[in-house]
């Protein structure tokens, strides 16, 4: 007999036209959708729960997790299990829409409410030559939401880590949507230490330093860390500390990341003790003296102020036309980019910081849309077109550090979304 | 959500009246009689509802402790999926024993504790031969049918928490705290997680532990051994006599007894609550195991056959 009468309730191809292809990462591929027109009949409306109108979607396919002649279900990955009842869960105006979530043929398709942009993104637009600097107002607003959502997130005992500006998305409306949940998990009361469920969190220029340095017992605090890498990748355009990611080696031990804690140490210097009470009970601790050895410059830091001033005036900021922030951004950028865990900002704290004040005078605190007062229109995120049937031929769930893309491919369709 | 009941799927969405349940029932009956008019004999008989979920409970909760070392919170999410499961799907439809290996396998995964698909398939076999799968695929494929069917709501609010939390307030002992969270195993095997949040049944456990305890009329070890109930039938009568009169009312049930009368919580509730543990009480001594087996092999048999 038949386990389950199982047959899925919708079908993909039954309600969204692809647009076009997206992204590919290590999760899979993403597709722009809309709704499916068909000569006789309007395309259905779907409202976000606020009431408007979601005009387009984001569909992200989830790429199989072993390679084979034959298609099977192997079991959903811990990675995709995780992000489709996170996503399920959770409802906040800074976190991306779930749409729906469709189980079909093997695959797993989860349909988000399209975002237009993300903070990559307008980086990259920004630096482009001439160089601009992201406008003070927008700048604000983005942290503003930024922190809301994580605010909301660690109330509800889930730690995002994986913060990075191509996770963060923006709507042409100028709204912060936190995206990506694949390696967000719920804290409270863990069975196991956080640790020993995934090695390696993080993408290495926003993993936090208790993370370089082994900590088992990691907090919410890994997040507001990468906050402020982002805070100063925004204001400078660049990551702040770009170091390069050793590689796990053969006997899968997880290796110090040195490179890394060399770059933080330039701009900040090295951790101390006297800072951070704990560091020492950190299991790389023997391994921090060995940083310096290998880059001297972190015995003569860059000092954050030094950071700060530099890039002020290496930004073009134009004192009339865009004036830069003010000196409550470094201070606030300081106390995110705090060594010891303990005395870093929370989001809530960050949250009351007189950066998002008083700045403007007005002692309110920034609205909700970043491009507010704004001249300029970002483009529009790349879709390419060339093929975008979505092939249910492959299988269900992925591994964070899953196969290289192209191992997806397998037949004709697929292969000309690689060309495209 | 994970903060906040009130505001999760469990509270929105898997949360009923009893009326709601029973319909529930017996639409998918109905349904699945009428969608079989081919087969003159229809759907055998299931076995009894209440031995059925006893059956389940016992059965998973000894494979996550004896074979395969599952912890108790990602068991307790396993027999919350099957229950709403079993809302949706008619069990004569289904293979019982691969949908607990996929409930547990998925609750493992959920709870941050996973156990390798064919490690869980091979235990399952392993513990039940009337399983028949052997191919991990077929879980595989269960796991997307138990997603789809729960529509991804898979983050669960347990009682354990609750009485945690409860532990301090009504300054419960070690043994008191055990016997709560055996009642509290032993809830699994009635509706009161799709009746009640999980606050209302660890204070029910609460009470219902405070009540006995002092009475004596427990046999040591029978709360920590797996699968018999924690309570004894007549204790658990004599405890609902006791919500009365409160007769046994020493020092902890009378602080009880104030702190619900100042809180805010349901005590309509938490009263129905312990007559349903008291009722699975009484019912688990009709139980007998090897008929609801037997009773679940000839339905998987004659589901075979048509």
Redesign the interface.
């Known amino acids: 007999?038949?386990?389950?009468?199982?047959a899925?309730?919708r079908h993909i191809n039954d309600h969204y036209d692809i647009v076009g292809f997206i992204s590919s990462g290590t999760y899979g591929r993403v597709y722009k959708a809309v709704s499916r027109r068909t000569p006789n009949q309007p395309a259905p409306v779907v409202k976000h729960p606020s009431g408007r109108t979601i005009e387009a979607f984001a569909i992200k396919k989830f790429k199989p997790d072993k390679e084979g002649a034959e298609l099977?279900?192997?079991?959903?990955s811990?990675s995709a299990?995780r992000e489709?009842?996170?996503c399920?869960?959770?409802s906040h105006p800074a976190l991306i829409h779930l749409v729906e979530?469709i189980?079909e043929s093997?695959c797993i398709f989860m349909v988000f409410e399209y975002a237009e942009h993300d903070l990559l993104q307008i980086i990259h637009h920004h630096s482009l030559l001439p160089r601009t600097p992201i406008p003070a107002s927008t700048l604000r607003s983005c942290m503003y939401q930024l922190l809301s959502g994580l605010l909301y997130l660690h109330?509800?005992?889930?730690i995002h880590r994986d913060l990075k500006p191509a996770n963060i998305m923006v709507t042409s409306s100028g709204a912060i949507k936190i995206g990506d949940l694949g390696l967000a998990?719920?804290f409270?009361?863990?069975?196991?230490a956080l640790f020993s469920?995934d090695k390696v969190v993080v993408t290495i220029w926003y993993r936090a330093p208790e993370l370089l340095l082994g900590s088992r017992h990691y907090t919410p605090a890994i997040d507001l860390w990468a906050v402020g890498c982002i805070f100063a990748e925004l204001m400078s355009l660049r990551p702040i500390f770009k170091g390069e990611e050793a590689k796990q080696d053969s006997k899968k031990a997880v290796p110090f990341q040195r490179n890394q804690m060399g770059k933080i140490g330039e701009v900040l210097g090295l951790p101390r003790k006297s800072e951070w009470p704990l560091l020492q009970a950190m299991p790389e601790y023997p391994n921090l003296q060995t940083v310096s050895m290998h880059n001297p410059s972190v015995n003569r830091p860059v000092t954050l102020q030094k950071w700060y001033r530099n890039t002020i005036v290496n930004s073009n900021y134009h004192v009339q036309t865009s004036p830069p922030p003010d000196d409550s951004a470094l201070d606030l950028l300081k106390k995110l980019l705090e060594y010891d865990p303990l005395k870093r900002l929370t989001a809530e704290q960050a949250l009351k910081h007189p950066y998002f004040l008083g700045a403007d005078g007005t002692g309110k605190p920034p609205g909700s849309d970043c491009f507010e007062g704004l001249a300029t229109k970002y483009p529009a995120r790349k879709v390419s077109t060339e093929a975008h049937e979505i092939a249910t031929g492959s299988l269900?769930g992925t591994k964070r550090s899953g196969l290289p893309d192209d191992s997806l491919l397998r037949g004709p369709p697929q292969k000309k979304m690689r060309d495209g | 959500m994970a903060a906040n009941y009130w505001d999760s799927t469990q509270a929105k969405h898997f949360t009923y009246t009893k009326s709601e349940l029973a319909s529930l029932r017996s639409s998918l009956l109905y349904n699945s009689n009428n969608n079989n008019n081919n087969n003159a004999n229809k759907h055998p008989p299931l076995p009894e509802t209440r031995h059925l979920a006893i059956y389940m409970q016992t059965h998973l909760t000894k494979f996550a402790r004896r074979q395969t070392n599952i912890r108790q919170q990602a068991l307790a999410t396993a027999q919350i999926y099957l229950k709403r499961f079993y809302l949706c799907v008619d069990l004569r439809k289904t293979n019982p024993y691969l949908l607990m290996a996929t409930a547990l396998y998925l609750a493992c995964k959920m709870e941050e504790t996973p156990l390798h698909i064919r490690l869980m398939l091979g235990e399952a076999a392993r513990q039940w031969p009337e399983l028949g799968v052997s191919e991990t695929g077929r879980l595989g494929e269960c796991e997307f049918a138990l997603i789809s069917t729960l529509r991804s709501r898979l983050i669960l609010h347990h009682p354990y928490r609750s009485l945690g939390e409860l532990q301090g307030v009504f300054g419960l002992g070690t043994e008191e705290q055990g016997l709560a969270h055996s009642i509290i195993n032993d809830s699994f095997a009635t509706d009161l997680a799709l009746l009640y949040p999980p606050h209302i049944i660890a204070i029910t456990a609460i009470f219902l532990a405070v009540v006995l305890r002092p009475t004596g009329g427990l046999p040591a070890g029978l709360a920590a051994h797996s699968s018999s109930p924690a309570v004894s039938s007549s204790a658990a009568q004599s405890a609902l006599a006791g919500f009365g009169g409160l007769k046994q009312s020493g020092p902890k049930l009378g602080k009880l007894v104030d702190w619900l009368a100042e809180s805010k919580v349901d005590m309509e509730a938490i009263v129905d609550a312990t007559q349903e543990m008291v009722s699975l009480y009484e019912c688990w001594e009709g139980y007998s195991e090897r008929a609801v087996r037997e009773a679940i092999t000839k339905m998987m048999r004659e589901g075979a056959v048509k």
């Open positions: 007999m038949d386990a389950t009468p199982y899925p309730q099977q279900y192997t079991g959903i811990q299990i489709m009842a996170l399920t869960e959770l979530i189980l093997k109330q509800n005992w889930v998990r719920l409270y009361k863990p069975l196991h469920g269900p």
